[in-house]
């Protein structure tokens, strides 16, 4: 099984400030059809989780273009370039190149 | 506009049964893999199980395997999943999420199943 595992764990935040998360994996999300398996969701209080990042760096529709993937094989990072007060929750990379899918443990980001 | 909503979720003892539900609209339901995904109180996501289109492909994380059943209904539009010898540690709010190459791009709001005694 594909093991995942993000840091920091806890990342507070003054808002317009960068912010990066780090996910990785414990084998290459590289598909043989050349796409790279690999999401970015973020989940707000209260909510349900929602996509931010598919296929490693493509940004979901109606994501502010603030956030960002890149990486490739096992790491990957998300950034936000400048956090706005509505960008708090937990964010989870989530790896679907095979089952079981996995997720990282959460990345907990709250404002200074 | 894509919805999932989940029901069925409850109280049961441990060793119960319960089968979950997720009513679909807005998409056309039997185009797409549909997911199972469940969180425990105060913790992360952990996906459950999967499905194709026609229900004939699945797959199932191993802390299940054996004791759920993932399904589905096209016509209904109607995704199910069947859990039986329930534990304590399968006490969780329990996701259907949409599949699109990869990624869950909607997300129901969840249904609680609680497994105490």
């Known amino acids: 099984d594909i093991v995942v595992t993000q840091s920091p764990l806890s990342l507070p935040v003054t808002p317009g400030e960068p912010a990066s998360i780090s996910c990785r994996s414990s084998?290459?999300?590289?598909?043989?059809?050349?796409?790279?398996?690999l999401a970015w969701y973020l989940q707000k209080p209260g909510q349900s989780p929602q996509v931010l990042i598919y296929?490693?760096?493509n940004r979901a529709s109606g994501v502010p273009d603030r956030f960002s993937g890149s990486g490739s094989g096992t790491d990957f990072t998300l950034k936000i370039s400048r956090v706005e007060a509505e960008d708090v929750g937990v964010y989870y990379c989530?790896?679907?190149?095979?089952?079981?899918?996995?997720f990282g443990q959460g990345t907990k980001l709250e404002i200074k | 506009e894509v919805q999932l909503m989940e029901s069925g979720g409850d109280l049961v003892q441990p060793g119960g049964s319960l089968r979950l539900s997720c009513a679909a609209s807005?998409?056309?339901?039997?185009?797409?893999?549909m997911h199972w995904v469940r969180q425990a109180p105060g913790k992360g996501l952990v996906w459950v199980a999967r499905?194709?289109?026609?229900?004939?492909?699945?797959n199932y994380a191993d802390s299940v395997k054996g004791r759920f059943t993932i399904s589905r209904d096209n016509a209904k539009g109607t995704l199910f999943l069947q859990m039986s010898s329930l534990r304590v540690e399968d006490t969780a709010l329990y996701y259907c999420?949409?599949?699109?190459?990869?990624?869950?791009?909607?997300w129901g709001q969840g249904t609680l199943v609680t497994v105490s005694s």
């Open positions: 999420a949409k599949d699109l190459s990869g990624r869950h791009d909607s």
């Open positions: 807005g998409f056309t339901f039997s185009n797409f893999w």
């Open positions: 499905l194709n289109q026609d229900g004939r492909v699945i």
């Open positions: 084998q290459s999300l590289l598909h043989r059809n050349g796409d790279t398996f």
């Open positions: 296929l490693a760096s």
């Open positions: 989530m790896q679907a190149l095979q089952t079981p899918y996995s």
